[in-house]
């Protein structure tokens, strides 16, 4: 999952979400890299808020 520059909160918690489907459906061995890719989507997400 790639962060666009211009994603919405709503949009990025979507993204999330479904991810999230798609990880829970893979065998677990496979969670690893997902859950890796998915906190820096999201820390990327957090870093880009202004004045929180």
Known sequence: ?????????????EQVRNELVEIDSMDVNDHAQRYEDLHTTMAAALSSIDGV
Do not use: F, K, Q
């Not at 999952?1 to 918690?13: N, T």
């Open 1 to 13: 999952m790639e962060l666009e520059s211009s994603i919405d909160g709503e949009s990025l918690v």
